[in-house]
């Protein structure tokens, strides 16, 4: 039997080789040891932001960024699922509502950060893409949401996430879901225009600064 410093390195080598094979295996086995689940999610996750990396400087192209991407939501699932009556699935943090906004078809970062979010005890609900800005704001009051994580990736879509932050503005719900904008075609300069609560540039951004804005 593996130790568990082993098996996260294994896990970790193995999604970063994009082998999804060898990633479900491996957390099979750490699952029939009995270890601690988010460890091993904690380590994968960090495995996706090193293929993120590899993305960004060319050494990765479209298709192993999209596969790995897949790989990390599968295993997830499954991993939470055996966890189910475990402590770590009864841990409830918050509501996370998460959307590529109208116009935009691109969601890889997305549901990696929903990934990492339910990883850390969240529970997401991921609308998708190309989403209008009505639906992210009814669904969160419908689900009494603490944050909507809204992206957009192009110039073209990104008007939308003015919209979500005007239709929160003057909705009458008691509570207002904070707002952190993200995507390759928003900046820290935008996110104030668009009146934000907070701007992610990554996934592991998007985790840390929900947890930031869930403290106050």
Do not use: C
Not at 56 to 73: G, R, T
Not at 138 to 147: L, V
Not at 170 to 176: F, G, L, N, V
Not at 193 to 202: F, I, N, R
């Amino acid at each position: 039997m593996l130790n568990e410093d082993k098996l996260l390195a294994l896990g970790y080598d193995a999604l970063v080789q994009v082998n999804e094979k060898k990633v479900m295996e491996t957390a099979r086995e750490w699952m029939d040891n009995k270890y601690e689940p988010r460890k091993l999610l904690n380590k994968l996750a960090e495995a996706m932001v090193e293929i993120g990396r590899k993305f960004d400087e060319k050494e990765y192209f479209l298709a192993q960024f999209i596969l790995s991407s897949n790989i990390m939501e599968n295993v997830t699932e499954m991993i939470l699922e055996e966890a189910a009556g475990t402590e770590m699935v009864h841990e409830h943090k918050g509501t996370i509502i998460m959307g590529a906004v109208k116009n935009d078809i691109h969601d890889l970062g997305k549901k990696i950060a929903a990934s990492m979010l339910r990883v850390e005890g969240f529970t997401v609900i991921d609308l998708g893409k190309d989403v209008p800005a009505e639906r992210m704001v009814q669904t969160a009051a419908e689900h009494n949401a603490d944050i909507i994580i809204a992206s957009s990736m192009t110039t073209l879509s990104m008007t939308g996430l003015m919209e979500i932050n005007e239709l929160l503005q003057t909705s009458e719900q008691k509570k207002r879901a904070k707002l952190i904008v993200s995507g390759v075609s928003v900046t820290q300069e935008y996110a104030d225009l668009v009146g934000a609560d907070a701007y992610a540039k990554t996934a592991a951004d998007a985790v840390l600064i929900t947890k930031k804005l869930m403290m106050r």
